[in-house]
Every structure is written in C-alpha cells, then in structure tokens.
C-alpha cells in the first residue's frame, strides 16, 4: 500500500510541475515575442498565459514573423 501510494504522489508532483514549467515558458516566450507589429504569436501566448492555457501552449513553438 505504502509503495501506490508513494508511486501516485510522484506522479502527482511531476504533472504539477510539469504544468507550472509550461506555463513559465509561455511568460518567457509571451515577454520575448517581437511586438512590432503585434502578430499571432503574441497573441496567442499572452492570451494563453492570461488563461492557463500557457501550460499547454509553453511547450508549443509558434514562428514569430
């Protein structure tokens, strides 16, 4: 029992902090985006960290023309 129970909290803590990586890295790329002129990609990382999407979309790499 104690074996589950210690292989679930690792598990939980790895998602966890795979999510809080993710979306520091579409901060990162949202703050690092060229905003003249705004384009999609900026958009689409600041929306998503707004949203907590960027956990999702921090590991995604959108061209920024």
Known sequence: MKKTVTGVLIIYFAIIIAVIVGEVKCIIK????NWQP???AEIIYTASACTGLGCIVGYLNIEDK
């Open 30 to 33: 949202a703050v690092n985006c």
């Open 38 to 40: 705004i384009g999609k």
